[in-house]
Nanobody, 125 residues
Framework: QVRLVESGGGLVQAGDSLRLSCAASGRTFSTYAMGWFRQAPGKEREFVAGISRGGSNTYYADSVKGRFTISRDNAKNTVFLQMNSLKPEDTAVYYC??????????????????WGQGTQVTVSS
């Protein structure tokens, strides 16, 4: 069992940056690949970024590639999402997720076992 708690969301202007954090409970954090998803009102939850267990492999949605960076600190049981050059279309609730899947980091919602409660990111134009 993994408990995930996101933080760092807020209201910013277009072009600004935010750094989201996701703190995980338990001593087995390094055995989970991690992902960030987002869900805007009226839309499906979509993959944003993923990172492998050791942090050497990262994956991004095309919509955020070059602007967002996912990273993790296994010593602190935390995964981060650095978001730069934010756009109004990035407005959503952002969720972190953990998966025990082995191999390629999943990019679909069904590939993850545990979810946080979400943190709101609002980007004004």
């Amino acid at each position: 069992q993994v408990r995930l708690v996101e933080s760092g969301g807020g209201l910013v202007q277009a072009g600004d940056s935010l750094r989201l954090s996701c703190a995980a409970s338990g001593r087995t954090f390094s055995t989970y690949a991690m992902g960030w998803f987002r869900q805007a009102p009226g839309k499906e939850r979509e993959f944003v970024a993923g990172i492998s267990r050791g942090g050497s492999n990262t994956y991004y949605a095309d919509s955020v590639k070059g602007r967002f960076t996912i990273s993790r600190d296994n010593a602190k049981n935390t995964v981060f999402l650095q978001m730069n050059s934010l756009k109004p279309e990035d407005t959503a609730v952002y969720y972190c997720a953990a998966t025990s899947a082995i191999g390629v980091v999943p990019t679909t919602r069904g590939g993850y076992d545990y979810w946080g409660q979400g943190t709101q990111v609002t980007v004004s134009s």
